[in-house]
């Protein structure tokens, strides 16, 4: 077992090596690849940025999970998660270029223009250089509470720095926030709340995409479980407020909702929680003068194909094998099966757990969703980690494996390891398709059983 010291400044090195990445070689403006598989070891600063980013994210990764079994305490675990996201704070965004989006997504908005109508070729924007191109012709695919935010920002902050500055501060804000919510959460479903803030707020995927990368996931997981623990606290119309904002940030977070509203008793307060939600998002939407359109926006968000999303990659590996347009028809099937998946989960929920459960279909959006981002692996994590009791290796290992797959400048590995990737996660979801359903099987042996309360009397590691 590792000494607690030892996780905490293994885990801190790891995060100065991957601040020193970032210095040399993070998401610059203008936009400019600074890692590819031709410049990483023939780039302007030879072998020493892929060398920091590779020690950097292994050391991280490895103090994360080595940590995880034995946490000294609550504050340990908030004092460590900090010091390991400090290191990033002054440097270039790590991961992605997403947040040069988001600065221009804001100072349209700011400036009266309709931020879904365009992408910055269309509707401009005077830092419209440091978008990456893939981006450049889509509409903002987020909803009307973070293009809010983000507009603020870009007002405030006036230059493209000081937005960035900005939109990484309310990212910060946004982990503050969940790392309030955690330990209440958790506490009301037995799970020791030092474990679920470390497993979350230690996460890699934290310091290099919420707090570096200021990815608005940082929002709208903190509203989620602000959401959650309004709902724990037995306040309907608090925690409908909070989820529909969640919504406003990106639609993901509207699964949540159903699993909220089986956490009260009597019609009149499962009305308020989604009334809530509905007139927290349209005040929203209608004050700021966008609407509905947002809606429409969330179908760009699907350009991306990468094997990384277990329905995409199936597709991926039947069009290897000669079967065309197979990417797009298993796309549409996968949204079936989780549209089947999430109606079952929600009907278990209503004899077992609400909130674990809402963490279990976070999962399933996820792994059945077209496309998939690194930083999506919190979804779940940030709501299973505070209610799952048994084993934690299976919430470790793939957000573990999504903090690695992106390059400083957000280069992702996917694109290089396209065909391997696409049969290699093809077998997965096959194994874990008959797993699931092995249980399945199982649990149906047994009626009446409910593996959350039985777990109780485990160890928890």
Known sequence: MPRPRLVRYLGLAGSLFLAGAAWLGGASSPWEPTVTPRTILAGREGVLLPLCWLLGTALLIGAWWAGRRAVPGLRWAYVTAGLWALPLLPFLPLGSYDVYSYACQ?????????????????????????????????????????????AIAAKLGGSLTGTVALLRLIAVLGVVALGWCLPRIARRSGVPPERAVWLVLACPLVPIHLVSGAHNEAVMVALMAGGLTAAVARRPLLAGVLLGLAVGVKATAVVVLPFAVLLFPGLSRKAMVAGGAAGALAAVSFGSGLGLGWVSGLAGSGVSVQWTAPPTAIGMTLELFGVPGAVAVIRILGMIALAGVLIVLWFRAREKDPLRYAGLALAATVLLA??????????????????????????????????????????????????????????????????????????????????????RHRRVP
Request: hydrophobic content about 50%; proline content about 10%.
């Open 370 to 455: 077209p496309v998939f981002h690194p930083w999506y692996a919190l979804w779940p994590l940030a709501v299973l980690a505070a209610t799952v009791r048994r084993d934690t290796r299976w919430l470790v290992a793939p957000p573990a494996v999504a903090a690695a797959l992106c390059l400083p400048d957000g280069y992702n590995l996917a694109l290089a390891t396209k065909a391997q990737g696409a049969i290699v996660m093809t077998l997965l979801a096959g194994y874990l398709a008959w797993k699931v359903l092995h249980e399945a099987k199982s649990d149906s042996r047994r009626p009446g059983v409910d593996h959350g309360d039985a777990d």
């Open 106 to 150: 804001g100072w349209q908005q700011a400036a009266g223009l309709n931020p879904y109508a365009g992408g910055v070729d269309l509707l401009g924007c005077p830092w419209a250089d440091a978008v990456a191109p893939t981006w450049r012709t889509s509409p903002a695919p987020y909803g009307p509470v973070f293009l809010v935010l983000a």
